[in-house]
C-alpha cells in the first residue's frame, strides 16, 4: 500500500479554540492518505472526506483520504485568533475600552 502523508503546518491541541475576536472554530487535526482504487482504508481513524485523485507523476489512481483521530484540533493560526484582522480588531477594542473608562 502506498502511503501519501501531507505536510502538517498547524500544530495539535486536545480542545477546539474557537477565535477570541469572531468566535470561529480551528479546523479538526487531519491527515490525508493516498488509496489506491483496489484497495479499501482498514484503519481506525474517521474518514471525513473522500476526494478522487490520480497522480500525474507516477500515474497512480485512487482516492484521497482526510483522516481525523476524533480528538485532536488545530491551533489557530494567529495564537488566539483566526486572522490578523481579527487580532487587530480585538486589540483596538481593547485599547477603546480603555479610553472610556478614563
Ligand atoms: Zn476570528
Do not use: H
Not at 5 to 32: D, L, S, V
Not at 56 to 80: A, H, Q
Not at 82 to 99: F, G, S
Amino acid at each position: 500500500m502506498t502511503a501519501k502523508f501531507a505536510k502538517r503546518t498547524y500544530k495539535r491541541t486536545q480542545f477546539p479554540i474557537p477565535c477570541a475576536q469572531c468566535g470561529a472554530k480551528a479546523p479538526r487535526f487531519t491527515e490525508e492518505q493516498f488509496i489506491p482504487d483496489d484497495e479499501e482504508y482498514t484503519g481506525d481513524l474517521q474518514v471525513i472526506k473522500t476526494e478522487n485523485f490520480w497522480s500525474g507523476k507516477d500515474g497512480e489512481i485512487g482516492r484521497l483520504l482526510r483522516l481525523w483521530n476524533g480528538k485532536d484540533w488545530c491551533t489557530l493560526p494567529y495564537g488566539n485568533f483566526c486572522t490578523t484582522q481579527c487580532a487587530i480588531d480585538y486589540a483596538n477594542n481593547v485599547v477603546e475600552t480603555r479610553w472610556r473608562s478614563r
